[in-house]
T-cell receptor, first 113, second 112 residues
Framework: NAGVTQTPKFQVLKTGQSMTLQCAQDMNHEYMSWYRQDPGMGLRLIHYSVGAGITDQGEVPNGYNVSRSTTEDFPLRLLSAAPSQTSVYFC????????????FGPGTRLTVT | GESVGLHLPTLSVQEGDNSIINCAYSNSASDYFIWYKQESGKGPQFIIDIRSNMDKRQGQRVTVLLNKTVKHLSLQIAATQPGDSAVYFCADQGSTLGRLYFGRGTQLTVWP
């Protein structure tokens, strides 16, 4: 198993541009989520999904969209990038939403200028 | 609110000593807790978890203790090694299914 994969590893955007961060898992996990990590901070939940076709907002959802059309993929879309979205983004998955460890991808480092 | 915090942002120990990393949580309804290790430039890696119906759980060289009375969680690492140097996060499921709340992390540095 490849586990949780994320692309790209690094990305630089100009303010106002849009892009999609890709996340995929091959473990047949029901639950997937996106976090952002800022310097000196823990991870903050952006959006999550408890199964295909179901998504919900986390702590910091503004400026981001998600969809879950398949079990394997959970892309994160930045609609109009802002410098405040400069961060490291992690995708995670777990067997189910409740009481199961989450497996994290390697992260995408995004810089918005 | 639902928040998880760590007592100390940094901890330095000598190789071979035991390390104790502490965490406090605020939501008394939380029923699942996880410790993660994050090495520089990598995603968090699962270390150990504990459910609220337990007080203690042991893994390989690691022990997690849960004190629900004071809402405190700790991670003990026995015989700390240089490879244990990383940032350690506690996380709490809270009362909303599908949400994990992370603390700010403790940077553990192991000196030879």
């Amino acid at each position: 198993n490849a586990g949780v994969t994320q692309t790209p590893k690094f990305q630089v955007l100009k303010t106002g541009q849009s892009m999609t961060l890709q996340c995929a898992q091959d473990m047949n996990h029901e639950y997937m989520s996106w976090y952002r990590q800022d310097p000196g901070m823990g991870l903050r939940l952006i959006h999550y999904s408890v199964g295909a076709g179901i998504t919900d907002q986390g702590e910091v959802p503004n400026g981001y969209n998600v969809s879950r059309s398949t079990t394997e993929d959970f892309p994160l879309r930045l609609l109009s990038a802002a410098p405040s979205q400069t961060s490291v983004y992690f995708c995670a998955s777990s067997y189910r939403a409740e009481n199961y460890e989450q497996y994290f991808g390697p992260g995408t480092r995004l810089t918005v200028t | 609110g639902e928040s998880v915090g760590l007592h100390l942002p940094t901890l330095s120990v000598q190789e071979g000593d035991n390390s104790i990393i502490n965490c406090a949580y605020s939501n008394s309804a939380s029923d699942y807790f996880i410790w993660y290790k994050q090495e520089s430039g990598k995603g968090p890696q699962f270390i150990i978890d504990i459910r609220s119906n337990m007080d203690k759980r042991q893994g390989q060289r690691v022990t997690v203790l849960l004190n629900k009375t004071v809402k405190h969680l700790s991670l003990q690492i026995a015989a700390t090694q240089p490879g244990d140097s990383a940032v350690y996060f506690c996380a709490d499921q809270g009362s909303t299914l599908g949400r994990l709340y992370f603390g700010r992390g403790t940077q553990l540095t192991v000196w030879p």
